[in-house]
């Protein structure tokens, strides 16, 4: 097996579990937020966290590592920058429910019930969060294709 495919097959791989974690997550952010609700989500969490950071580190390694088309090919196409735009906001998005998920683990250490008042708030970021790893997805599918080169 190539090192193309492989490194392929991984940065798809983290879409599966990014996409499926960020779902799970949202989904026990609507659940009864007992400790092992809480559990749950962090859990849910914590695989959202491993999906980052398979596609950033699989994703730089095909980019500008030499193993695919070359920098200059993905600096220079359009679906590409919106690709990497998405994954910008999918960050900040993350800047809140990464502070409070934090603050939930050390509650859970000390043996005390974490504030899950905001909630809610994190479901909706996750939803959103989902919803632009399809559009990332979307983006992607089109550059395997040669779309958004500036010579297209």
Do not use: C
Not at 26 to 46: C, Y
Not at 106 to 118: E, I, M, V, W
């Amino acid at each position: 097996m190539s090192t193309r495919w492989l490194l392929a097959a991984i940065h798809l791989l983290g879409l599966g579990i990014g996409l499926g974690s960020v779902w799970a997550r949202a989904r026990a952010l609507r659940g009864q937020l007992d400790s092992a609700g809480v559990r749950q989500v962090l859990s849910a969490d914590t695989w959202w966290a491993v999906a980052a950071a398979v596609w950033i580190s699989t994703g730089l390694l095909r980019a500008f590592g030499g193993f695919e088309k070359g920098s200059s090919y993905y600096l220079n196409n359009h679906l590409f920058l919106t690709k990497m735009g998405l994954l910008v906001l999918v960050i900040v998005l993350e800047i809140g429910p990464i502070m409070e998920f934090t603050r939930w683990r050390r509650a859970l250490g000390r043996r005390s019930a974490p504030d899950t008042a905001q909630a809610g708030r994190f479901a909706w970021i996750s939803l959103i969060q989902a919803f632009l790893v399809i559009l990332m997805l979307i983006a992607a599918t089109g550059m395997a294709r040669g779309f958004g080169s500036v010579t297209t």
